[in-house]
């Protein structure tokens, strides 16, 4: 296996140190450090993390390959920095059998490029109205503990109660995808002034809030563990916040793009930034920012959703929602949370290492960068400034809402267990050296 000396990169943004590599693991860490390597990088100026963990990516295999593949996606996920994935059910088959989380677990295995853990379907085929075999996915190859409908709302509280109970078992957790279907029947846009004078059909911030509320009174109900998907709203900040208060096992995530975009960029009607759940106002983007750097939205998650061109260059009542964002989420984080002072590397590290695999329950995932320990690793860039240009994205899809926007930041390197998937900001074809 290639060993690897990091020479003078900053440690959680730290005095600059050397990290010596070596069988999959931080051999040693220290100044001036007498060891050889069959590659040696100069970090000066880099920052060195705990490989990232993404709690929510779609990578559409199986069935819709035409916007991405297991293999593209992770490809696209080590060029972020991320070094686990977790892998949303809504695929064709739904992810809701022990047979199709073991082949999308398979599939990631087979890439190289980052450790994939599929997130099986709370019910059988997202239609809430049975439950999927929750047990038989985790007692799979692939180890399933975290369970979602993503994309649809388990909106039935006698079906998400079972859920809840149910996974308790093996300590699962139950990631809610928080819309009441009634309140967002025709939904294309945040609820507000912006949709009325556009005449879109509103998505009503009450419509998250109140699934959110109902559930986190589920969760210490039956004592289980609940996982907020891409909170959004100021309200269901304040939500989380309180059932944390209580004492409750209740975490939550945030995307990259509700931490910088609002919904006043819909007035384009580019479909580039229809989304689910919607883009929020800037009243909500700086709740989330806040929460985030408090700890009460434990976790940075990309909601990678890539589509392909034809169901977003089109008029934006027929688009799909979603967004790409594996490959720009750091720079995001660091725009939104570092630039502004609100979280520093150590800070980001938690959010989206340490908390999302401890989350997932993924041991040898979001570790301390210490001695020892597994050597998933991301060298980042600060300094670095330039335009988004979704031609250079790994990703089969190109919906960003980033294109030729700055931003600030670049992942310059990824390690796997002492691999390199990533070098010099270019992707390593597993197999060979760079």
Known sequence: MTTYLIRNAQLLGGAPQDLHLVDGVIAAIGTAL?????IEIDATGLIVLPGLVDLHTHLREPGREDAETVLTGTRAAAKGGFTAVHAM????PVADTAGVVEQVWRLGQESGYCDVQPVGAVTVGLEGKKLAELGAMHESAAGVRVFSDDGKCVDDAVMMRRALEYVKAFDGVVAQHAQEPRLTEG??????QVSGELGLGGWPAVAEEA???RDVLLAAHVGSRLHICHVSTAGSVEIVRWAKAKGWDVTAEVTPHHLLLTDELVRSYDPVYKVNPPLRTAEDVQALRKA???GTIDAVATDHAPHPAEDKDCEWAVAAMGMVGLETALSVVQQTMVDTGLLNWEGVADRMSHRPARIGRLAGQGRPVSVGEPANLVLFDPAYRGAVNPD???SRSRNTPYKGLDLPG???????????TVLAGELVEQGGLA
């Open 34 to 38: 007498d060891a050889t390597a069959d």
């Open 89 to 92: 059910a809504n695929t064709f």
């Open 187 to 192: 939904a294309q846009m945040n609820e507000g």
């Open 211 to 213: 699934i959110i509320a």
């Open 292 to 294: 985030l750097a408090d």
């Open 392 to 394: 250079s994205f790994a």
């Open 410 to 420: 670049r992942v310059h390197a990824t390690f796997l267990r002492g691999n390199a």
